[in-house]
């Protein structure tokens, strides 16, 4: 069986779905972080799939784009995290709820 | 600088306004009198050398800003808007003029000198952006002289003038986009000019749903019933200056854009929609001046007054026959001066009891003959008597609808009896009877500053009553343009019926001429 | 000639003017003066233009300069110098020289003595104006103008709620007419494409029959404000509240007539509309009638020579509608005379009497008050039309033409018994009150006395001034061959074909009989020591006859009652029920449903992350399914028309 675009396609997809659910489920600031790392390396997967596909290269280069963001974000994101940490003792997501509208 | 004197109108003020932050706060008053005068004079000058005899745009400009879409920076002036902006600069100079002790003077006449660029501005543009631009642009600084410089309700009376009129002039805007994209599609470029857009003919299902468009828009400025409830907040809370330039100059905005964008775009739609149009015109004269009748604060008796005007003048415009548009386009020029100058005259009494409760008054005339004097004069320019201004545009008006509809005339005629009414009654219960209230024993009668902004609204409310042709030809001009436009673009039956055509009986004239030369 | 024609009109503005300038000012006793001079000039003025007119020369017609123009439009200040506005300028001119001079002695101790006269001058104005345009634009001007006046000067004494009151309810009411008035200019405007008289009038013979019946309602809806009459009418009693020089010259000789005029003016409209005529004449018989009714028994002097000029409006109405034209001009400046000289007279006594109103309290005034028993009881008689005095020769004139009938349409001879009959009926009454008030006022006891007067003469300026009008109370009938001959040709007027001399003699016989007899009833009535003050308690005044017409049948309390009370109440429930509570709440709900609902979604900002992240997908959710519905659509859009197609959709 030749693993064509469909089945990238499946695994972007069901990647997605999983860092989604993480996203919404999950209370750990650090798990939350995880998912999303999932999500965008479901779509960094999607992006490389489809790159080959049409035989552009803009995709993949997209995708390095995305990773390096996502190390960037994550770089900066747990550094906030640690302060948070530092300051309240606790990174669980129900009590941090100062941006209450 | 004679191609130029309409920027020259527009960005002097504004100009003088930003100096005006540099400038030493004991020395702005005379800084803004000066401004405002030298923008009188630009105006008066424009007058002067305006050709009444041609009957389209003159001091044409055109700067293109984006070109793609045929948006440009387009001027001129007409018969019909000239006067207007002269107007304006007229109110603009009284009111500095007469301002009294306002907290933070400087500041107030900045705002006055930006509104006063947003004003001519509008009345000016021939650009469709444009307009709207300086349209909107002119809702700020009124919402910050009835927010900053209003009475206790100010905030809520502010908020709601701004929302209220703003999403009308959404609705209008989408209007505008769809009439360019309708002119994209009909001639291939894109084009926001007003001048362009008077020679498409649209279809009438089209020319329905953008004069719906335009209409709100419009109505909400004028402001016609049953939107019109934010104009006696506004009023009851502004400030005597705030009151004055927004009964006289800004709710002439909405008037004065049916004339320019809903009678030429849409001829067929005005005519199809004249009839609902003048039964709401009349449920504005009568029913808000019965409500007119029934307030207690004299400045909302005034207020009320302005919005069965209006009535008045909408119905002229729907006329769509010369002597009513002519008629209107005059009343919208009495309206201003009569009510800016009540409007002036209520913050007299204003400054001097801080109360505008007509029961805490009575018997002023005693007090204060030489104010009960021009009060009562301005009054009866307000109920229309002959020989003042306003006289001149209600009895065009009502002449010109008449044309169309008896019994509606008949039924906004009835304004004539109930201004009467309301008007007689507010004036007998503030300055007939004895003098009862002790506070009122020793008022002052009016003071130079006062005079200063009155007088000449006086006399120019005599003057035009006595002698409009000056203003009228012009403006005649203009309108017969107008209606012969709309007349040749019109494509429905009932269109080319209710819009005259002013070429035949012209031809006719001629001839008679001829054969009278002859013999 | 122009010259004169503009010295008349304007001299009394220049006048006006000159007294405004002193308005805030106390007393001067120059303005009166300038102002009364500038007024003897008018009348000067208007003197030599009546004797050009007189000497058969051509009307004077000037442009002065264009007032409104628009469209089609053109409405220029004209003025017209011709037989009819002639005569009017002299009545005007005449009467307003005579009232200013009295009011000197009259406003002597008032203080709004300038103010009076600044009024009273821009009253005159307007009059010239109204009587010397030549069109109804201009006319128009004068009606407003007098109006406007009117209420200044009923109102003049504005400490005073009933005055302001009157003030405010005769402006209103003429009004109400003034909007049928401008309904006929629309009119006239659009059917013939001119306001000027002379165009417009040519043009009438060309429009069909029904058009120009509701012109000719219309015009007469505003003539019947102006006149008073019937149902507008109740504003002229009230308006007595003003000064009694005020009385005399705006609301018994000059405003009041202004109805008659218009219709005079127009009566090339009305000759070719009999019908309306015949209405218009029915009305003034009526009026007539049903004013003289009110003026028997009322207790307040003014309102009593108020309601016998209502009275005598009726008949100018009638002789009007009745195609009489010239008949009703000539009453109209008899009436002017006699009426103007009974209302100063009264102002005489009201001086003696400090201003108190009810004859029931006077008496015996004629020996305190010899010269103005004299000259109210000549203009009485004049009023009553007995002869040789001006009020027999032109309510004579009147009572033939209602017996002759039309007189436009010549050959169709009607006969308007009905018409004579009340109008002879009314001349009975009016011979009774005119009588009933002199003798209450000047004959029997010395009522008086009782509530402590002490009446005395009027200053010789006052009694004086009142002379020239008695004069011509009773000499005015000579002049009428003259004024006949003069308007002959303007007003189209016939001489009467009464059937025979007999019948003529025996119709003025009796009618003199009747009218001295009822004369003689008033005093027998009213000349004797057991006339006392009413207090409620006889039998007359419990009958039911009595109260309807002391009530003036009750109209104006129906007016208060069913009219000014709704219309406040309608326009209280306007503003805080409709106004307040459904349009403005209308906008504030919808206002207030926006922000609930951001009120409402605000929640979902818990501030938890989580909660947050899961409206982000439900969102994209959301999104992304109506991408992919509206994709599909427009893919398979042939499809789905074509299966709604097979659905019969």
Same mark, same amino acid.
């Given at each position: 069986m030749?693993?064509g675009?469909?089945h990238?396609?499946?695994l972007?997809?069901i990647?997605?779905?999983?860092?989604?659910v993480?996203?919404?489920r999950?209370?750990?600031l650090?798990l939350l972080?995880?998912?999303?790392e999932?999500l965008?390396?479901?779509?960094?997967?999607?992006?490389?799939?489809?790159?080959?596909?049409?035989g552009?290269?803009?995709?993949?280069?997209?995708?390095?784009?995305v990773?390096?963001?996502?190390?960037?974000?994550?770089?900066v994101?747990?550094?906030l995290l640690?302060v948070?940490y530092?300051?309240?003792?606790?990174?669980?997501?129900?009590a941090l709820a100062?941006?209450?509208? | 600088?004679?191609d130029?004197i309409?920027?020259?109108?527009?960005?002097?003020?504004a100009?003088?306004a930003?100096?005006?932050?540099?400038?030493?706060?004991?020395s702005m008053?005379a800084?803004?009198i000066?401004?405002a005068t030298i923008e009188?004079?630009?105006?008066?000058?424009?007058w002067y050398v305006?050709?009444?005899?041609v009957?389209?745009?003159?001091f044409?400009?055109?700067?293109?800003?984006v070109?793609?879409?045929?948006?440009?920076?387009?001027?001129g002036?007409d018969g019909?808007?000239?006067f207007?902006i002269i107007?304006?600069?007229?109110?603009t100079?009284?009111?500095i003029?007469?301002l009294?002790?306002?907290?933070?003077?400087?500041?107030?006449?900045?705002?006055?000198l930006?509104?006063?660029?947003?004003?001519?501005?509008?009345?000016?543009?021939?650009d469709?952006?444009?307009?709207?631009i300086f349209?909107?642009?002119?809702?700020i600084p009124m919402?910050?002289?009835?927010?900053?410089?209003?009475?206790?309700?100010?905030?809520y009376?502010s908020?709601?003038f701004f929302?209220?009129?703003?999403t009308?002039?959404?609705?209008?805007?989408?209007?505008?986009?769809?009439?360019a994209?309708?002119?994209?599609?009909?001639?291939?470029?894109?084009?926001f000019?007003l001048l362009?857009?008077?020679?498409?003919?649209?279809p009438?299902?089209?020319?329905?749903?953008?004069f719906?468009a335009?209409f709100?828009?419009f109505?909400i400025k004028?402001?016609?019933?049953?939107?019109?409830?934010?104009?006696p907040?506004?009023?009851?809370q502004a400030?005597?200056i705030?009151?004055v330039?927004l009964?006289?100059?800004?709710?002439?905005?909405?008037?004065?854009?049916?004339v320019?964008?809903?009678?030429?775009?849409?001829?067929?739609a005005?005519?199809?929609?004249m009839?609902p149009?003048?039964?709401l015109?009349?449920?504005?004269?009568i029913y808000?001046?019965?409500v007119?009748?029934?307030q207690?604060?004299?400045?909302?008796v005034?207020a009320?007054?302005?919005?069965?005007h209006?009535g008045?003048?909408?119905?002229?415009t729907?006329?769509?026959?010369?002597?009513?548009?002519?008629?209107?386009?005059?009343l919208?020029?009495?309206?201003?001066?009569?009510?800016?100058a009540?409007?002036?005259?209520?913050?007299?009494?204003y400054?001097r009891?801080?109360?505008?409760?007509?029961?805490?008054?009575?018997?002023l005339?005693?007090v204060?003959?030489?104010?009960?004097?021009?009060f009562?004069i301005m009054?009866?320019a307000?109920?229309?008597?002959?020989?003042t201004?306003n006289f001149v545009g209600?009895f065009?008006?009502?002449l010109?609808?008449?044309?169309?509809?008896h019994?509606? +005339?008949? $039924? !906004?005629?009835?304004? #004539?009896?109930?201004?009467a009414?309301?008007?007689?009654g507010a004036? /007998? =219960? *503030?300055?007939?009877?004895?003098?009862?209230n002790?506070?009122?024993?020793?008022?002052?009668?009016?003071?130079k500053k006062?005079?200063f902004g009155l007088?000449?609204l006086?006399?120019v409310a005599i003057?035009?009553g006595?002698?409009?042709?000056?203003?009228?030809?012009?403006?005649?001009?203009?309108?017969?343009?107008i209606?012969q436009?709309?007349h040749?673009?019109?494509t +429905?039956? $009932? !269109?080319?019926?209710? #819009?005259p055509?002013?070429?035949?009986?012209?031809?006719i004239?001629? /001839? =008679? *001429?001829?054969?009278?030369?002859?013999? | 000639?122009?010259?004169?024609?503009?010295?008349?009109?304007?001299?009394?503005l220049v006048?006006s003017l000159?007294?405004?300038?002193?308005?805030?000012?106390?007393?001067?006793?120059f303005?009166g003066i300038?102002?009364?001079l500038?007024?003897?000039?008018?009348?000067?003025?208007?003197?030599i233009?009546?004797m050009y007119?007189?000497?058969?020369?051509?009307?004077?017609?000037?442009?002065?300069?264009?007032?409104m123009?628009?469209?089609?439009?053109?409405i220029?200040?004209?003025?017209?110098?011709?037989?009819?506005?002639?005569?009017?300028?002299?009545?005007v001119t005449?009467?307003?020289?005579v009232?200013?001079i009295?009011s000197i002695g009259?406003?002597d101790?008032?203080?709004g003595?300038?103010?009076?006269?600044?009024w009273?001058?821009?009253?005159?104005?307007s009059?010239?104006i109204?009587?010397?345009s030549?069109?109804y634009a201009g006319?128009?001007?004068?009606?407003?103008?007098?109006g406007?006046?009117?209420?200044?000067l009923?109102?003049f004494?504005?400490?005073?709620?009933?005055a302001t009151?009157?003030?405010?309810?005769a402006f209103?009411m003429?009004r109400?007419?003034?909007?049928?008035?401008?309904?006929g200019?629309?009119?006239v405007y659009?059917?013939?494409?001119?306001?000027q008289?002379?165009?417009?009038f040519?043009a009438f013979h060309?429009?069909d029959?029904?058009?120009?019946?509701?012109?000719g309602?219309f015009?007469?809806?505003?003539?019947?404000?102006?006149?008073?009459q019937?149902?507008?009418h109740t504003?002229l009693?009230?308006a007595?509240?003003g000064?009694?020089?005020?009385s005399?010259?705006?609301?018994?000789a000059?405003?009041?007539?202004?109805?008659?005029y218009?219709v005079?003016?127009?009566h090339e409209l009305?000759?070719?509309i009999p019908?309306?005529g015949?209405f218009?004449?029915?009305?003034g018989?009526?009026?007539a009638?049903?004013?003289a009714?009110?003026?028997l028994?009322n207790?307040?002097m003014k309102?009593?020579?108020a309601?016998?000029?209502l009275?005598?409006?009726g008949?100018?109405f009638v002789?009007?509608?009745?195609?009489?034209?010239?008949v009703?001009?000539?009453?109209?400046?008899?009436h002017?005379?006699?009426?103007?000289a009974l209302?100063?007279?009264?102002?005489?006594?009201?001086?003696?009497?400090?201003?108190?109103?009810?004859?029931f309290?006077?008496?015996?005034?004629?020996?305190?008050?010899?010269?103005?028993?004299?000259?109210?009881?000549?203009?009485s008689?004049?009023?009553?039309g007995?002869?040789p005095?001006?009020?027999?020769?032109s309510?004579?004139?009147?009572?033939?033409?209602?017996f002759?009938?039309?007189?436009?349409?010549?050959?169709?001879?009607?006969?308007h018994y009905?018409?004579y009959?009340?109008?002879l009926?009314?001349a009975?009454?009016?011979?009774?009150?005119?009588f009933?008030?002199?003798?209450?006022i000047?004959?029997g006891?010395?009522?008086?006395?009782?509530?402590?007067?002490?009446?005395h003469e009027?200053?010789?300026i006052m009694?004086?001034?009142?002379?020239?009008?008695?004069?011509l109370?009773i000499?005015?009938?000579?002049?009428q061959t003259?004024?006949?001959?003069?308007?002959?040709?303007?007003?189209?007027?016939?001489?009467?074909?009464?059937h025979?001399?007999?019948?003529?003699?025996i119709?003025?016989?009796?009618?003199?009989?009747?009218?001295?007899?009822m004369?003689?009833?008033?005093?027998v009535?009213y000349n004797?020591?057991?006339?006392?003050?009413?207090?409620?308690?006889?039998?007359?005044?419990?009958?039911f006859?009595?109260?309807?017409l002391?009530?003036?049948?009750y109209?104006?309390?129906f007016?208060a009652e069913?009219?000014?009370?709704?219309?406040?109440?309608?326009?209280e429930?306007f503003?805080?029920?409709?106004?307040?509570?459904?349009v403005d709440?209308?906008?504030?709900?919808?206002?207030?449903?926006?922000?609930?609902?951001g009120?409402?979604?605000?929640q979902?900002?818990?501030g938890?992350?989580?909660?947050m992240?899961?409206?982000m997908?439900?969102g994209?959710v959301?999104l992304?399914?109506?991408?992919?519905?509206?994709?599909?659509?427009a893919?398979?859009?042939?499809?789905?028309?074509?299966?709604l197609?097979?659905?019969?959709?």
């Amino acid at each position: 069986m030749e693993i064509g675009l469909t089945h990238y396609l499946v695994l972007s997809t069901i990647l997605f779905a999983i860092g989604l659910v993480g996203v919404m489920r999950r209370k750990n600031l650090l798990l939350l972080f995880f998912a999303t790392e999932i999500l965008l390396n479901a779509v960094n997967v999607a992006f490389a799939a489809i790159s080959h596909y049409y035989g552009d290269m803009t995709g993949q280069m997209f995708a390095f784009f995305v990773i390096a963001i996502a190390a960037s974000e994550v770089a900066v994101g747990l550094g906030l995290l640690i302060v948070w940490y530092k300051r309240h003792g606790s990174i669980d997501l129900d009590a941090l709820a100062t941006m209450k509208g | 600088m004679l191609d130029h004197i309409l920027s020259l109108l527009i960005f002097f003020p504004a100009l003088a306004a930003v100096v005006g932050f540099m400038i030493q706060k004991e020395s702005m008053r005379a800084y803004g009198i000066s401004v405002a005068t030298i923008e009188f004079a630009l105006s008066l000058w424009l007058w002067y050398v305006f050709d009444g005899n041609v009957s389209g745009m003159q001091f044409m400009e055109n700067i293109p800003l984006v070109q793609s879409f045929g948006i440009n920076y387009t001027l001129g002036v007409d018969g019909i808007s000239l006067f207007i902006i002269i107007l304006s600069a007229f109110f603009t100079l009284l009111g500095i003029g007469s301002l009294t002790d306002t907290p933070n003077v400087k500041y107030m006449i900045i705002t006055l000198l930006f509104l006063q660029m947003t004003m001519v501005g509008v009345f000016a543009a021939l650009d469709a952006i444009v307009f709207y631009i300086f349209w909107e642009l002119s809702l700020i600084p009124m919402l910050y002289i009835i927010g900053a410089w209003g009475g206790p309700l100010r905030i809520y009376a502010s908020v709601k003038f701004f929302l209220y009129t703003f999403t009308g002039s959404l609705v209008m805007l989408v209007g505008m986009l769809f009439m360019a994209y309708f002119y994209y599609q009909a001639t291939g470029v894109w084009s926001f000019a007003l001048l362009d857009w008077y020679r498409l003919i649209l279809p009438q299902s089209y020319q329905l749903w953008l004069f719906a468009a335009f209409f709100i828009g419009f109505a909400i400025k004028v402001p016609m019933f049953p939107f019109h409830t934010w104009l006696p907040y506004a009023h009851g809370q502004a400030p005597t200056i705030g009151s004055v330039i927004l009964a006289a100059i800004l709710l002439k905005m909405g008037t004065y854009a049916f004339v320019r964008f809903s009678l030429p775009l849409f001829p067929d739609a005005s005519a199809y929609f004249m009839i609902p149009i003048a039964i709401l015109a009349v449920i504005m004269v009568i029913y808000t001046a019965m409500v007119a009748y029934a307030q207690k604060d004299i400045k909302q008796v005034i207020a009320y007054s302005s919005i069965s005007h209006m009535g008045i003048i909408i119905l002229g415009t729907f006329a769509l026959n010369v002597e009513g548009i002519s008629g209107s386009i005059f009343l919208m020029l009495g309206h201003g001066v009569v009510a800016g100058a009540l409007f002036m005259l209520v913050g007299v009494i204003y400054d001097r009891r801080h109360t505008k409760m007509m029961s805490e008054f009575g018997g002023l005339a005693q007090v204060m003959p030489r104010y009960a004097t021009i009060f009562g004069i301005m009054m009866m320019a307000s109920v229309g008597m002959p020989l003042t201004i306003n006289f001149v545009g209600e009895f065009l008006s009502l002449l010109g609808f008449y044309q169309q509809s008896h019994i509606i +005339t008949i $039924l !906004a005629g009835v304004g #004539i009896i109930v201004g009467a009414i309301y008007m007689l009654g507010a004036y /007998k =219960k *503030t300055f007939f009877g004895e003098v009862t209230n002790e506070k009122n024993k020793n008022l002052p009668d009016i003071n130079k500053k006062e005079l200063f902004g009155l007088i000449p609204l006086v006399i120019v409310a005599i003057w035009l009553g006595v002698y409009p042709k000056p203003v009228l030809g012009p403006i005649n001009k203009s309108v017969e343009s107008i209606v012969q436009l709309m007349h040749n673009k019109s494509t +429905t039956e $009932l !269109a080319k019926k209710r #819009i005259p055509n002013l070429v035949k009986p012209k031809v006719i004239i001629i /001839k =008679k *001429t001829i054969i009278e030369e002859v013999h | 000639m122009e010259t004169y024609l503009y010295i008349a009109l304007f001299a009394p503005l220049v006048g006006s003017l000159f007294s405004a300038l002193f308005t805030a000012t106390p007393k001067k006793l120059f303005t009166g003066i300038v102002g009364s001079l500038l007024i003897f000039t008018s009348l000067v003025s208007s003197t030599i233009l009546l004797m050009y007119i007189l000497k058969g020369g051509e009307p004077v017609h000037v442009t002065m300069m264009t007032w409104m123009a628009t469209g089609d439009l053109y409405i220029p200040f004209g003025f017209v110098v011709d037989q009819i506005s002639v005569t009017m300028m002299m009545v005007v001119t005449l009467v307003s020289t005579v009232v200013h001079i009295y009011s000197i002695g009259y406003m002597d101790h008032d203080k709004g003595f300038n103010r009076f006269f600044a009024w009273l001058s821009a009253f005159v104005f307007s009059m010239m104006i109204l009587v010397m345009s030549d069109n109804y634009a201009g006319l128009f001007i004068g009606w407003e103008g007098v109006g406007l006046c009117s209420w200044g000067l009923i109102g003049f004494w504005y400490h005073k709620e009933s005055a302001t009151w009157a003030a405010s309810e005769a402006f209103i009411m003429n009004r109400i007419a003034d909007l049928g008035m401008l309904i006929g200019l629309f009119l006239v405007y659009w059917n013939t494409g001119t306001l000027q008289y002379d165009g417009a009038f040519a043009a009438f013979h060309t429009l069909d029959i029904s058009t120009l019946t509701w012109i000719g309602i219309f015009l007469f809806i505003g003539a019947m404000g102006k006149s008073a009459q019937f149902p507008l009418h109740t504003w002229l009693a009230d308006a007595m509240e003003g000064p009694t020089p005020v009385s005399a010259l705006i609301h018994a000789a000059t405003m009041v007539t202004a109805g008659v005029y218009l219709v005079i003016r127009s009566h090339e409209l009305y000759s070719l509309i009999p019908h309306v005529g015949l209405f218009i004449a029915s009305l003034g018989a009526f009026v007539a009638l049903f004013a003289a009714s009110m003026a028997l028994v009322n207790r307040d002097m003014k309102r009593i020579i108020a309601y016998s000029t209502l009275s005598q409006l009726g008949y100018m109405f009638v002789a009007a509608g009745l195609g009489a034209y010239w008949v009703a001009l000539f009453h109209l400046m008899a009436h002017a005379f006699f009426k103007a000289a009974l209302f100063l007279g009264a102002g005489n006594v009201m001086h003696a009497m400090d201003d108190e109103l009810d004859p029931f309290k006077m008496g015996g005034l004629r020996k305190k008050m010899k010269w103005t028993w004299i000259m109210m009881g000549l203009a009485s008689l004049a009023l009553s039309g007995i002869f040789p005095f001006a009020g027999f020769f032109s309510k004579d004139a009147i009572l033939e033409a209602a017996f002759v009938g039309n007189h436009t349409a010549l050959h169709v001879m009607e006969h308007h018994y009905i018409i004579y009959a009340v109008l002879l009926f009314t001349a009975g009454l009016t011979a009774f009150y005119s009588f009933r008030l002199v003798a209450l006022i000047f004959h029997g006891e010395e009522r008086f006395k009782l509530f402590g007067f002490h009446p005395h003469e009027a200053a010789k300026i006052m009694l004086l001034a009142i002379a020239p009008l008695v004069i011509l109370a009773i000499i005015a009938g000579a002049f009428q061959t003259t004024f006949f001959e003069m308007v002959q040709e303007a007003l189209n007027a016939v001489e009467y074909h009464v059937h025979s001399q007999i019948v003529v003699w025996i119709m003025t016989i009796g009618t003199q009989v009747f009218a001295i007899s009822m004369i003689i009833f008033a005093y027998v009535k009213y000349n004797n020591s057991r006339v006392s003050v009413p207090d409620g308690t006889s039998r007359l005044e419990n009958s039911f006859i009595y109260k309807l017409l002391f009530n003036q049948y009750y109209i104006p309390h129906f007016y208060a009652e069913y009219i000014v009370k709704p219309y406040r109440e309608i326009s209280e429930i306007f503003w805080t029920k409709v106004d307040l509570k459904i349009v403005d709440a209308t906008v504030d709900g919808i206002a207030g449903i926006i922000y609930g609902t951001g009120e409402k979604t605000r929640q979902m900002q818990s501030g938890n992350l989580s909660t947050m992240l899961t409206w982000m997908v439900a969102g994209l959710v959301g999104l992304l399914s109506l991408a992919v519905v509206f994709g599909l659509t427009a893919r398979y859009s042939d499809e789905i028309l074509l299966f709604l197609s097979a659905l019969g959709v």
